[in-house]
């Protein structure tokens, strides 16, 4: 069994930040890529943005050069620093981990969401 906890969300003021974690715990035998997405209402789930295990990141293009993704392998645990927000910024943030199992097989775990609200 897996768990993903996130924290970090909140409400700010256009042009402020927040930081958004998301720490993965249970049977996890390795982890591969870690990523962001996000939903806002009435809009489908969208990719913020995702780094691998070998630390290649991608950005969707809205959020390039104001967001950034990192990871701490030895707390199995992903961030999302977001700066200059915008009010288009507000959505539920989700984190995406994929988790390798001792048998090989993998799977990706969806954390619970946090609200992230970007006031104008």
């Known amino acids: 069994q897996v768990q993903l906890v996130e924290s970090g969300g909140g409400l700010v003021q256009a042009g402020g930040s927040l930081r958004l974690s998301c720490a993965a715990s249970?049977?996890?035998?390795?982890?591969?890529?870690m990523g962001w997405y996000r939903q806002a209402p009435g809009k489908q789930r969208e990719l913020v943005a995702v780094?691998?295990?070998?630390?290649?990141?991608n950005y969707a293009d809205s959020v390039k050069g104001r967001f950034t993704i990192s990871r701490d392998n030895a707390k199995n645990t992903v961030y999302l620093q977001m700066n200059s927000l915008k009010p288009e910024d507000t959505a539920v943030y989700y984190c995406?981990?994929?988790?390798?199992?001792?048998?090989?097989?993998?799977?990706?775990?969806w954390g619970q969401g946090n609200q992230v609200t970007v006031l104008a």
């Open positions: 995406n981990v994929a988790v390798g199992f001792l048998l090989g097989n993998s799977r990706n775990y």
């Open positions: 249970g049977s996890i035998f390795s982890i591969n890529a």
């Open positions: 780094i691998t295990s070998a630390g290649s990141i």
